[in-house]
């Protein structure tokens, strides 16, 4: 069995979509594609989620439009809407529309992924019917049969020996097979949807690569594979030819964006390749992520994670910073569901930094203000340099003005304003 799976850039419009039917025809058999949602769709559910919770009217207004922009592409690729294809979406939306007619619950956790993975599910549907009018068999598959987790809603986890029964069941592997599915989304036991956390349909490929023991898995983006650095950031990037699976973990980690920081455990996990690669040229290479030692080539790899807050704590008396208050202050990261993606601390502070986008960071502040002095810094960038060497150090100093610098023998760390 290959895992193929394509981004939502990747089937953003009705040209896309050909394409990547084009791409799957040319791949042998068994094959298992995971799909993310149709280019924006994950946002716009995103303000579907706010609004219902909030009780918004704006709800309807921003359903509709996401049904307008699928049945639009849908006769873009169709050149009309079969009854086949109207009943496929509309019991998806019907979907939808049953749980907004509910009032929300006080859970924004339970309520955003009883609406977010519609988009994964409508962009399968149109993949799928796409693929069987051009003469490609296949078998669309609800990957909330196959996975699933705990009721740890927006990040569940995995419960991998009842998803290993059921994706032997439902993704046989079959001569001449193919499946499609949807990433990002499982269900728990009682059958509600939970999802991986944003952007886990990479995980989603790579959780079914390790239970079906795959020969590969292949993510398609619109580069021509893994880079050393933001071509939107940096200038004169290099593609990498070969990353070792701890080098792409620590990459992950500190917040590369071309793959989810779960993806490459259970792929190493049984050794299973991982090829980055471009839908728009896909006869190039692109990046392998295997075993080994060695990055090829060895470079300076930067990581920049935009939009950060800097918050430093400080004693409300003439106490120091001990061990109680750091467990207190990573208590109320757990409790709010916020990300640390940097700290540093000294005996009468502790500084910490997380995303600006942060959903309760506002809540967690206000906690924070009863116990601490809370100082706020905004608007910064977090910059991650593997492999540094002294001219890459000296540049960073020279174009940022540096707030906080870590460095260990081959990682620098840099918050800049």
Known sequence: MIIYKFGGVSVKDAAAIRNVCEIIRKVRRPLTVVVSAIGQTTNTLEKVVEAHYRGNDEVLNLVEEIRAFHYALIEDLFGVVTLGMKRDVDRIFGE??????KIAGESFEFEYDQIIGIGELLSSRI?????KRIGQKNKWVDIRKCLKSDRTYRDANINWDYSQRLVKRNLKDEPDTLYITQGFIASDEEGYTTSLGREGSDYTASILAYLVGAEKMVIWKDVLGILNADPDYFDNTVKLDLIPYQEAIELSYYGARVIHPKTIKPLQAKLIPLWVKSFQEPEKEGTLIAGGDELLPRLPN???????????????NFSFIGEKDLFFVFSLLTKYRIKLNFSQNTALSFAFCVDGSARNLEDLVRELELSFEVLKNDRLELITIRHYQPETLQEINQKHRVLIEQKNYNTAIYLVS
């Open 96 to 101: 939808l529309e049953s749980h907004l007619e």
């Open 127 to 131: 993949l799928s019917a796409y693929l």
């Open 302 to 316: 930067y990581i920049v994670k935009k939009r950060q807050v800097l918050l430093t704590l400080k004693p409300l």
